[in-house]
């Protein structure tokens, strides 16, 4: 994600940071640290005195404490990263079992939770203060989705969170991987049309959800979005191929379940006048948001026909890092942007327009960007080359989604009701 600024919400209940426990001390002696722990620090063990524990049930205590507690003290890293080893445990409840991934946030890792008596996957963030506050900020979304999202379908679930050695832990219910992770392994190979459908109404679905909810997630895409289940299959792949089945990559892999859940709140914002600062990761950035002319519902909806298009093609639509080139493309694929909306581009924006267009090529950072942005074909081609059936549904569809006016664009609601989620098609997964 480029977007380095953490959004301010104003929140009906923020949580308050948790004191210090037990597990935050330094290490002592063995009979002074017994005091530290209470009931609630190490589960289901009652707090005593020392001198009530005759010797051979402080000895058995002792050594539960150095099977549960806490792992020597690490210093961060450079970064502010929480340093562990395989098997430390996570205050007495939670046991690391693997490292799931990373991110600017921090690291996510796999843990066995003691209570429950299932894995989890928590969130460990960075012990920087602007990653901290983002933090909180989930927390307190996460919380108001779970109290509205009845049977959990929609997002992830937070179980638990905790402040531990500096850096905010969220326990979130374990998942499967994630739609770009589930893409990469698969070689970038697309995904049947009926289950870009079935994903696709679930990913409204949930927009749709924190929309009513005055939420704007401002930063969805494939890494944020995640298949409940890891289960696939694998299926030959026929189209275009003179490969031996033997050859594994003669095979595509097929989720068993479409079933997804959005995840990544950290970023979310209250719907609020006036916000036009940039948020998005790069490919799935609207055009208001690029220009300066202020975002809001809308640049969540952009995202969702930006997602829609790589489940198609199993490549990002638009593959830049730089504005003009950004603009180019949309253009490329799209038609020309507004002359309104060019109008509205604010200062840093307006370097990208000259007498009433945008400034391309003339303004182009080279050939190789010229030549980038050429071979892009148009939405409609693009869309009747990658689907066999369902094309005229699904370009209607991303016309939509893909409005270049905010004002104009179809809303999560009006998508649902689209004739490509409401027709009846072949197959449901």
């Known amino acids: 994600m480029e977007m380095e600024r953490v959004t301010e919400l104003t929140m009906d ?33 009652t707090s005593y005195e020392p001198s009530a524990l005759s010797d051979h049930h402080n000895a058995l205590f002792v050594k539960s404490l150095a099977r549960n507690g806490s792992p020597p003290w690490r210093e961060d890293d450079k970064e502010g990263h929480y340093m562990f080893e395989i098997g430390d445990n996570l205050t007495s ?26 894995m989890v996957a928590i969130k460990i963030v960075r012990s920087i203060k602007k990653y901290r506050e983002a933090a909180m900020i989930e927390v307190d979304v996460l919380q108001q989705l779970g109290r509205h999202d009845e049977g959990g379908s929609r997002c992830v679930q937070i179980r638990n969170w905790f ?25 970038y190979r697309s ?36 298949l409940v289940s890891s289960e696939y299959l694998r299926v030959p792949e026929y189209k275009g191929s003179s490969r031996s089945p033997k050859d594994s990559s003669f095979y595509k892999r097929i989720p068993k379940s479409s ?15 006036d916000q036009s600062y940039i948020v998005s990761t790069r490919h799935y950035r609207a055009p208001e948001v690029i220009l300066g002319m202020g975002w809001s519902y809308p640049c969540d909806i952009w995202s969702v026909g930006c ?85 005229g549904d699904l370009i209607h569809l991303l016309q939509g989604l893909l409005r ?26």
């Open 191 to 226: 995904f049947p049309i009926d289950l870009v459908r079935e994903i696709g109404r679930q990913l409204l679905e949930c927009v749709a959800f924190m929309h009513d909810l005055h939420l704007i997630h401002t930063d969805l895409k494939p890494e944020n979005i995640l």
């Open 163 to 187: 402040d531990y050695r500096n850096h905010i832990c969220i326990v979130f219910e374990k998942l499967g991987p994630s739609l770009y992770d589930f893409l990469r392994k698969n070689n």
């Open 93 to 118: 409840r939670y046991k690391i079992h693997s490292k799931m991934g990373e991110g600017t946030f921090g690291q996510v890792l796999e843990c066995w939770d003691r209570d429950q008596k299932e």
């Open 404 to 429: 270049y006016d905010p004002s104009e664009r179809m809303s999560a609601d009006e998508a649902l009701k689209h004739s490509f989620f409401t027709r009846d098609h072949f197959r449901r997964y």
């Open 259 to 273: 079933a997804i859940k959005v995840i990544d709140f950290g970023s979310t914002t209250y719907d609020k006048k």
């Open 307 to 391: 997602i829609l298009v790589e489940l198609c093609s199993g490549e990002a639509l638009f593959q830049t890092h730089e504005n003009l080139e950004h603009l180019a493309m949309m253009e490329r694929v799209l038609g020309p942007l507004p002359q309104h909306m060019l109008k509205k581009a604010d200062r840093h924006a307006e370097k990208y327009i000259r007498r009433g267009r945008l400034d391309w090529p003339e303004g182009a950072a080279s050939r190789d960007s010229i030549k980038a942005v050429l071979k892009m074909p148009r939405l409609q081609n693009m869309v009747m080359q990658l689907v066999d059936h369902s094309a």
């Open 13 to 45: 209940r923020r949580p308050r940071k948790r004191p210090r426990l037990g597990w935050d001390v330094l290490p002592q002696a063995p009979k002074a640290q017994l005091s530290l722990f209470s009931a609630q620090d190490i589960g289901n063990v």
